[in-house]
């Protein structure tokens, strides 16, 4: 076994990897940019290496670089964790030549997997489903255009390198064939350095489904269940299960064995995940192989009790596998939510800052369910452009999937992020919505059911009146804190609470009585409802947790002028407390309208401006593009929102941007 590892990653996947070598007593070393400098991963290693600039191409991705830092530590062997050089042939190729372990499959079955075209090949070679598609060279958008025809509308355009969603684009037409063929050459170029694309059928209400792999050095594979990973955006997850809800004993028997025979067609040795699409049918087809450990991961290993990265380690230190395909039993069920700094109000933008709050949800073991928080971040800590922005992945684990939800959505209602916007809205609303509950998913999920977009929505029914409870105990707890303060005109001990309040909330108003009964609340309707509210909470905390009735609640809690602003299972709203007499002066009061112009286009996110597609004086139609923004590697259209004329032209190419920046006027 190796004495001391190096992890060529950074952020969550480098703490991951670190924890496992940690518990097996391993050394580690940790390599950063200079974006990383006071990053947790380099805090949290045993070693740490400056590798050069934040910009990934002049650090990250230096195979020299990380080679040289293993000579200067000793390190024996190097884990790749997830993007970056995971999936790169001439990685471990440097790495063998050093007489350094790479932790991870073997060259060859990388470049046979790797490369999207010569993996769907080597599919079809070994038997495994495929989508009806084209493996060729596209030599230009008349050929692709050509080509999408001959297949039929609707087809997928992918970058033959890509992965995590960049380089793709889904064409129901000609036109867009050539728009997405050109977005996806130039995210692949950028991303991946090979700009070459492949066009493929696209299954109508698909489901991706996926089968993770573990295989060693003397032939042995093994499949260990499959993840859901439908619920997508830009092709991007954003939320996993495991096992997946479309599934039964067969079906998933039958997709192992596939992945397993494809493994063992070009010898693979590592962990690995072969990607399907599922129709609703239970049909499927291979999509691509993975041949690195997945982002999703954790799902997996919470059903089947198995440490993926262990076993990356020992496998990869010449060690059989330790199981077998019959001693692989899968357990309950797991939920995974990708938490990302963007804001989910604007298009899922990505959003750079310091993390003024970032208090995660306690893990381990809650009641019947279990909580784990994978991370590379900590308060006071900066998410910067130069790199993917997520921030975590919390996992649920529960004995069924209806636990494991409600498990994950208090879980993300105990998530406090505060300084970035992020999109936790965003997953507690999914974590609510009937359709994922019920599990009929997709991959078009989010662009069906939220197809303006996303905006909190405003408490309704339950989670109304748990809102305006917590809304009224915050109060009465506020009201008490100010009372012991010194130096009031009156002795605490000689005044006494109004017991009936007025509570606002999202413009809904309640009346109730507040009564103290023992340590908790008895919160009162007008109908004689009664609510007990219990809490710990005290002022300054950002989650107000306790009890509401016989219901464990969690709620986000912001200081506003005379209130507070909730958030709580998706939906957000503002919450202000008052006696009668307040309530009816606070009708009085007028509202300020806030005024907005049409007449401007901004930079939606912090990025670069790639292309500006307009000059001063030209007439635009609604829907035409004007500009392309890239953000963490992402290339976003902006178009224009109505006809006009373009006035002025504030920006340029090759122009570095803030959010809201100016880019052009409209005359």
């Not at 087809?155 to 996806?184: L, T």
């Not at 922005?389 to 105990?414: F, H, N």
């Not at 049409?598 to 001063?616: D, S």
Request: aromatic share 6%; charged share 25%.
């Amino acid at each position: 076994m190796f004495d001391k590892i190096l992890i060529a990653n950074r952020g969550e996947i480098a703490c991951r990897v670190i924890k496992t070598a940690r518990r097996m007593g391993i050394r580690t070393v940790a390599v950063y940019s200079d974006a990383d400098r006071d990053a947790v991963h380099v805090a949290m290693a045993d070693e740490a290496v400056h590798i050069g600039p934040a910009a990934a191409s002049e650090s990250y991705l230096v195979i020299e670089k990380i080679v040289e830092a293993c000579k200067k530590t000793g390190a024996q062997a190097v884990h790749p964790g997830y993007g970056f050089l995971s999936e790169r042939e001439a990685f471990p190729k440097a790495l063998e030549a050093a007489g350094i372990v790479f932790i991870g499959p073997n060259p060859g079955a990388i470049a046979a997997m790797g490369d999207k075209i010569e993996s769907k090949k080597a599919a079809a070679a070994a038997e495994v489903s495929t989508v009806p598609g084209f493996l060729g060279v596209i030599e230009s958008p008349e050929h692709a255009r050509k080509i999408a025809d001959e297949i039929g509308y609707p087809v997928m355009i992918k970058a033959s390198a890509g992965g995590g969603g960049k380089g793709m684009r889904i064409a129901h037409s000609g036109e867009e064939v050539a728009e997405g063929f050109a977005r996806a050459k130039s995210e692949a170029a950028s991303s991946f350095g090979d700009d070459r694309v492949f066009i493929e059928k696209f299954i109508t209400d698909p489901r991706h489904i996926e089968i993770q792999l573990i295989g060693d050095k003397h032939g042995n594979v093994v499949y260990l269940g499959e993840r859901e990973c439908s619920i997508q955006r830009r092709n991007q997850k954003v939320i996993e299960e495991a096992p997946s809800p479309l599934l039964d004993k067969k079906t998933r028997r039958k997709m192992g064995e596939q992945a397993v025979a494809l493994a063992k067609a070009v010898h693979y040795d590592s962990a690995g995940t072969v990607e399907f699409v599922a129709g609703q049918d239970k049909s499927f087809y291979f999509l691509e192989m993975n041949t690195r450990l997945q982002v999703e991961h954790p799902v997996t290993e919470m059903i089947t009790g198995l440490d993926l990265v262990e076993l990356m380690i020992r496998v990869a230190a010449g060690e059989k596998l330790p199981i077998t395909q019959d001693d692989v039993k899968l357990n309950g069920w797991a939920v995974e939510s990708r938490v990302y700094a963007e804001d989910p109000t604007r298009n899922f933008l990505p959003s750079i800052g310091r993390l003024t709050t970032y208090r995660p949800p306690e893990e381990g073991r809650q009641g019947t369910a279990i909580v784990r928080n994978d991370t590379g971040v900590e308060e006071g800590g900066e998410i910067a452009i130069h790199y993917d922005p997520m921030i975590a992945k919390l996992v649920t684990w529960a004995p069924s999937r209806a636990e494991a939800i409600a498990a994950q959505a208090e879980a993300l209602d105990a998530f406090a992020i505060d300084g970035i916007r992020h999109n936790i809205p965003f997953l507690s609303a999914l974590m609510a919505h009937p359709r994922w509950q019920e599990g009929r998913l997709s991959t078009g999920f989010i662009a069906e059911e939220f197809p303006e977009g996303f905006t909190a929505p405003e408490p309704a029914g339950p989670v109304a009146i748990r809102m305006m409870a917590a809304a009224a105990a915050i109060d009465h707890k506020l009201n008490q804190r100010k009372r012991g303060i010194s130096g009031q005109m009156r002795a605490p001990g000689l005044f006494s609470f109004e017991r009936e309040r007025v509570v606002i909330l999202a413009g809904q108003t309640y009346r109730v009585t507040v009564e103290p009964e023992g340590e908790d609340l008895l919160v009162t309707q007008e109908d004689g409802t009664a609510l007990t509210v219990a809490s710990a909470w005290r002022p300054g905390e950002p989650v107000w947790i306790g009890t509401i009735g016989s219901e464990r609640v969690a709620i986000q809690v912001r200081s506003l002028l005379n209130g507070v602003f909730l958030q709580h299972a998706g939906a957000a709203a503002e919450a202000r407390v008052y006696t009668r007499r307040e309530a009816e002066l606070a009708a009085l009061m007028p509202v300020k309208e806030q005024a907005g112009s049409g007449k401007q286009v901004l930079c939606p996110m912090p990025g670069l401006v790639k292309q500006i597609l307009v000059t001063e004086g030209q007439e635009v139609k609604n829907g035409e593009p004007i500009a392309v923004v890239e953000a963490m590697k992402m290339e976003n259209v902006l178009r224009a929102e109505r006809d006009a004329t373009v006035g002025k032209i504030h920006a340029k190419e090759g122009d570095s941007l803030a959010v809201d920046a100016v880019i052009l006027e409209f005359a």
